[in-house]
């Protein structure tokens, strides 16, 4: 995995910082030179990994939210989001569409369903009581073809 650029953040977990995990995230990406509807596919799955740490990893309380953006080789994208939240039990279950922890919330548990969609790969990593961490990674199209 060569790396031609890369940054790291984190945010408290308050739900106003999943506009800025998404506004940063993009406006590093655009030296990439994306198409619109890649960078808003790229935005649209950062903003549901980022909700799901706040809302569901942290689920009322506080923690920070950890992100890594990569710029590789190929025009390829890898993006990290980490939470050091409550984890998530059964992680198969969690993907499913339609399953969510926070119904009162009125959350469709379409998050993960969504990413997969928007992204080429999707990995989720999890620990009950240590965190979940969401790996994605997108090739972007070559201008042209």
Same mark, same amino acid.
Request: with cysteine.
């Given at each position: ?7 790291? &953040? ?31 596919? =790229? ?10 740490? =706040? ?56 998050? &993960? ?33």
């Amino acid at each position: 995995m060569e790396i031609l650029n890369e940054i790291k &953040f984190s945010l408290p977990s308050h739900s106003v910082n999943e506009s800025t995990a998404r506004a940063v995230v993009s406006s590093f990406l655009v030296q990439a030179d994306p198409t619109v509807e890649e960078l808003s596919d =790229i935005r649209t799955a950062v903003s549901e990994a980022v909700t799901n740490a =706040i809302v569901h990893g942290y689920r009322g309380s506080f923690g920070k939210v950890d992100i890594s953006v990569k710029l590789l080789a190929g025009r390829e994208i890898y993006i990290r989001i980490k939470d050091c939240g409550c984890g998530i039990p059964d992680v198969k279950k969690a993907m499913e569409p339609l399953y969510t922890t926070a119904p009162e919330e009125e959350r469709s548990g379409l998050g &993960f369903s969504v990413m997969e969609s928007f992204m080429d790969k999707l990995t989720v990593r999890s620990v009950t009581g240590k965190g979940t961490t969401v790996t994605m990674r997108k090739r972007l199209k070559v201008h042209g073809r």
